[in-house]
Structure formats: structure tokens, C-alpha cells
Nanobody
Framework: QVHVAESGGDSVHAGGSLRLSCETS????????VAWFRQAPGQEREGVAA????????TYADSVEGRFTISQNTAEKFVYLQMNNLQSSDTAIYYC????????????????????WGQGTQVTVSS
């Protein structure tokens, strides 16, 4: 079982920034994929950003491209999601998900590509 735990959710005004953190033990594997998903009230969970561990490569949903950045700190075993220029449409519970292998790029933002999930952290953006 891979440990996954998110933190950093908060309430901010539109135009503000937040950084979410995902602590995960998937870093102990030589190949892994980690993604951020979000789920707004009454909506399905959607993939936001993903990153490979052990090789370079990231991918983003069109809705966050240019505003969100996913990154990793291998030494500390964290994956981060820097969110800038937040909008009310970004309000959601944000989940971190991991899998101890390299998911194909075209599948990186698919919910069913991941086997281990955190409990989620709430992000609320007020206009």
C-alpha cells in the first residue's frame, strides 16, 4: 500500500495563489506517476495535473494550463501543485493519487490509472 496525504487547502480570493502538497511513499519505487485530481460539488472528479517520477514529464488539463504547476521534491518525497490566478471555478476538493509505475502519457489524467489516493484537501475560491 502506497501512502498518499494531501495538505495545503485553504480559502482564497479570486486571483490569489495556493500551493498544495502531497506526501507520498511512491517515491520509494524507481518508476511512478503522481497526479492531482479535483472534484467540485455535483461534478465528476477530473484530472488536473500529473508528473512522472524517475523521468521528466508533466501534463495538465486545458483548464489549468499556464496557471498551475506540478513539481516534485524527491529528497522530501513531496509532489506539489502550485496554483496561481485562482478562479471561483477552481473551487473543489483536490486529491493526490499515485501509482508505482509510469502511466502512459495519454492516461495520466485518468482516474482509473491510479491505485492509491489521499483523503483530499478543500480549496475554496471566492470572487
Amino acid at each position: 500500500q502506497v501512502h498518499v496525504a494531501e495538505s495545503g487547502g485553504d480559502s482564497v480570493h479570486a486571483g490569489g495563489s495556493l500551493r498544495l502538497s502531497c506526501e507520498t511513499s511512491v517515491f520509494t519505487f524507481p518508476r511512478a506517476s503522481v497526479a492531482w485530481f479535483r472534484q467540485a460539488p455535483g461534478q465528476e472528479r477530473e484530472g488536473v495535473a500529473a508528473i512522472w517520477l524517475g523521468r521528466s514529464g508533466t501534463t495538465y488539463a486545458d483548464s489549468v494550463e499556464g496557471r498551475f504547476t506540478i513539481s516534485q521534491n524527491t529528497a522530501e518525497k513531496f509532489v506539489y501543485l502550485q496554483m496561481n490566478n485562482l478562479q471561483s471555478s477552481d473551487t473543489a476538493i483536490y486529491y493526490c493519487a499515485a501509482r508505482p509505475l509510469w502511466v502512459g502519457r495519454q492516461f495520466l489524467l485518468r482516474e482509473d490509472s491510479y491505485t492509491d489516493w489521499g483523503q483530499g484537501t478543500q480549496v475554496t475560491v471566492s470572487s
